[in-house]
């Protein structure tokens, strides 16, 4: 014979439950990053100068944060166990990765900056216009003295320029694997800022949260008489 639990003993969270408050704190973390700092991630997104400028990195961003958040968080539930198990109750360690996280984002924020002033510049002809360089120069370039001690305007301007007589000249100074290339590496650092600034305040925000709305216990087990 056995005699059920207490009826006041706090019940665990069912997975709906949990997975509930993950999506709307998730989305509430997310939703407000991107709305009050969206000119911002605007302002310093890789110029894509081919097909949709600032809009295609941007959305990129949100999509592969969303998503990768998202995951890295069910990873963590599910190797915590939903039942009352330490790491999904205990703060501590979620304000150690919210340090860490918080040191990794500053580290790959000033990383991309550097990369985007280092590979980006402005054609002479249209100074409005946002160009990214390559990672490497041509063959005849890099033999140049001159093209070498040049900054990257001066070296497209130096071929004939982008908008020249005869055309387009940035394969005179870049290979187009070199650009794209460098498009890639600015498109990977931009995402990986984003995606640690906004998980650091997903973190944080779960901290709150349990500190405010802690998870209850896992239910005490039925004690045998027998």
Do not use: C
């Not at 408050?21 to 081919?50: E, W």
Request: no cysteine; charged share 15%.
């Amino acid at each position: 014979m056995s005699t059920p639990a207490p009826a006041d003993s706090p019940t665990p969270q069912t997975l709906p439950q949990v997975w509930i408050g993950t999506v709307i704190a998730l989305a509430a973390v997310v939703g407000a990053f991107f709305g009050i700092f969206d000119n911002y991630l605007s302002a310093i997104a890789p110029a894509d100068d081919v097909n949709f400028g600032h809009a295609f990195p941007v959305a990129f961003a949100k999509y592969a944060t969303l998503t990768v958040v998202a995951l890295l968080y069910a990873a963590a539930l599910g190797a915590a166990g939903l039942q009352g198990a330490p790491l999904a109750q205990s703060t501590r360690r979620w304000l150690v990765a919210a340090a860490a996280l918080l040191a990794l984002s500053l580290l790959l924020h000033f990383a991309y900056l550097g990369a985007r002033m280092a590979w980006t510049f402005h054609p002479r002809e249209r100074e409005q216009e946002t160009l990214t360089a390559g990672l490497w120069l041509t063959e005849a370039a890099a033999k140049n003295p001159n093209v070498r001690s040049m900054d990257n305007a001066e070296r497209l301007s130096y071929y004939g320029g982008k908008y020249g007589l005869d055309g387009d000249n940035t394969h005179k100074v870049w290979p187009p694997t070199a650009i794209l290339a460098a498009r890639l590496l600015l498109l990977t650092l931009y995402v990986l800022t984003v995606l640690s600034l906004v998980t650091t305040l997903f973190v944080l925000a779960e901290v709150i949260r349990r500190r405010v709305t802690p998870l209850p216990p896992a239910a005490k087990p039925a004690v045998s008489t027998e």
